[in-house]
């Protein structure tokens, strides 16, 4: 998801997802270092999505 839609949603929504793609980066490393991950590359992609998600929540908090 593009950062311009990261900063739409709501903080509620946006504290709801960085949780959600926590939780998938935690399965995503275990199933890796259990040799059963079916796509590797998404732990890429959900670590990038989480930092752009904490990223929109630190620009909040300076904000206001």
Avoid: H
Avoid at 7 to 20: C, G, P, V
């Amino acid at each position: 998801m593009k950062a311009e839609k990261w900063r739409d949603l709501s903080n509620d929504e946006l504290d709801q997802k960085a949780r959600e793609l926590s939780e998938e980066i935690f399965n995503l490393r275990f199933q890796l270092s259990m040799g059963v991950a079916k796509n590797p590359s998404r732990i890429r992609v959900a670590r990038r999505d989480l930092a752009r998600a904490k990223t929109v929540q630190a620009e909040r908090a300076t904000k206001g």
